[in-house]
């Protein structure tokens, strides 16, 4: 934590399982196809990483959770860099936990939703690869959702679908997200 860049910019942080889709999330945000490094291999990004949008602001793509036989303590190792960064930023304006429409909440989102309320870190949840569903299938996942976000008291009340890939819901988040860096330029 000591090492990281200290800037004045206001920052939007991307947090989720391996493989859950950040990086690309990132890319099509910006309109790169590679800035941030995707894999199929999970456990593809392994620190922090930042992306300085023209002074304006700053994402940060965060080494994702949930790699490994014992989520347990994935989860502890992970809460040390990424879990400390959330908590810790002062300029974070807005932390994105990335869920996989195809899995959907697994057990070790739910230990870092819980782990976020009790740090008081509000997060927008987003659900990635959401062109791997049919929709239907996808209506029920965002009904379901919206059962599971509400004893979550650090959720922010929106949730989006998004596919890095078809480019859906990238959109209606690259304008949430813009807001947040419009309103701390007018702070
Ligand atoms: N179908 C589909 N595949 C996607 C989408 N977004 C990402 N992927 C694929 O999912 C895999 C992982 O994507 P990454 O962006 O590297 O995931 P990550 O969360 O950054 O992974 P780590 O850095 O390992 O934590 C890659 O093979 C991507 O091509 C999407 O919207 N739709
Ligand atoms: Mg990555």
Known sequence: MAG?????????????????????????????????RTSNTPG??????????????????????????????????????AEEFLKGRANLRRACLLIDARRGFMASDIAVMKALDVAAVSYLVVLTKADKLKPPALARLLKESEAVLKPHIAAYPLLLATSARTGAG??????????LASAASND
């Open 4 to 36: 990281l860049p200290d800037t004045a910019l206001p920052e939007i942080a991307f947090a989720g399982r391996s493989n859950v889709g950040k990086s690309s999330v990132i890319n099509a945000l910006t309109g790169q196809s590679a800035l941030a």
């Open 44 to 81: 593809r990004t392994q620190q922090i990483n930042f992306f300085d949008l023209g002074g304006q602001l700053m994402l940060v793509d965060l080494p994702g959770y949930g790699f490994a036989k014992a989520p347990k303590g994935v989860v502890k190792a992970w809460s040390n860099l």
């Open 170 to 179: 990238i959109p209606e988040l690259r304008a949430h997200l813009g807001a």
